[in-house]
């Protein structure tokens, strides 16, 4: 088998990465690409077997799996440079969310999927995206199925679901090591508590509590009731939390639709630049 990678940036080292340390690729089977020979030769180096390809092309030429892990705005100069290698029974993976697949579809020859990763895959945890294009087979599915599941939870959603699905399973890391950054610094600021202690502390507590709710079934509002009692500490804390952080999350997610609006309008026009003249 050959699994070609194009792009050696942060979520394509991190798949990479992923995949071969769940055995669910070798490193003799992948072969890559990427502008930053630096990059390339770091994963060589760290994952003995692994081809580095001169060129997209040879990453796309025969690759039973090929995973577009590159800029949006990137695509259309990719595709351009891989189109004329490509067959119908490559399955492509494009891991970006602004790049629609009716838009793969209809540039290349070969079966689509998009899915899109976390970067807490890298430890085997987290969901991944799982969205089908119209080529695909039920055994190909099965097959990408089986191998996203080595690395994480696959969850199938529709293409319009993917901005709000990747707030929560992509961006929320980041959103949640936000408010965490500010709890340990309360503590430090507050108890003179030790930082190096304090973030233990706050990391343990966090895989606790996704623990709880994923295996004992605990929804938010149980698990905070669980913790507080009426008149007590944690209760008249949270009160003080809640309105505080009212309305944040909203916030948040109008500005990453938003912003998700506008990059559609940019990836459409950089795919198909005459139709948007």
């Known amino acids: 088998m050959k699994i070609g990678f194009i792009g050696a940036g942060s979520m394509g080292s991190l798949l990479v990465g992923a995949f071969v340390r769940a055995g669910a690729m070798r490193p003799d089977d992948i072969v890559i690409s990427s502008r930053t020979s630096s990059k390339l030769y770091s994963l060589a180096n760290q994952y003995p077997g692994l081809q580095v390809a001169t060129t997209n092309k040879d990453a796309a030429a025969d690759a039973d799996y090929l995973f577009l892990c590159v800029k949006p705005l990137d695509f259309r100069s990719v595709l351009d440079e891989i189109t004329s290698v490509l067959t119908p029974d490559q399955i492509v993976i494009s891991i970006t969310s602004p790049v629609r697949i009716s838009s793969l579809e209809e540039l290349i020859p070969c079966k689509v999927a998009k899915i899109i990763p976390s970067v807490v895959n890298a430890v085997g945890s987290g969901a991944s995206l799982v969205m089908w294009g119209s080529r695909l087979t039920d055994e190909d599915r099965s097959a990408l199925w089986h191998l996203f599941a080595a690395i994480s939870q696959p969850i199938s959603i529709s293409e319009e679901e993917v901005r709000v699905a ?110 948007r003249t």
């Not at 929560?168 to 003179?192: H, N």
């Not at 509002?221 to 909203?250: H, M, N, Y």
């Open 166 to 275: 990747s707030d929560i399973s992509s961006c929320g890391p980041a959103f949640l090591a936000c408010l965490l950054e500010q709890f340990i610094d309360a503590a430090v600021i507050s108890a003179g508590m030790q930082r190096e202690t304090a973030t233990e502390l706050a990391s343990e507590m966090m895989l606790g509590t996704a623990r709880l709710m994923l295996e004992q079934s605990c929804s938010p509002s149980e698990l905070q009731a669980k913790v507080s009692v009426p008149g007590g500490i944690t209760a008249a804390a949270l009160d003080v939390l809640r309105k505080s952080t009212r309305g944040a999350f909203l916030q948040v997610l109008y500005t990453t639709h938003e912003k998700f609006a506008e990059d559609l309008d940019r990836v459409d026009s950089s795919l198909f630049p005459r139709e």
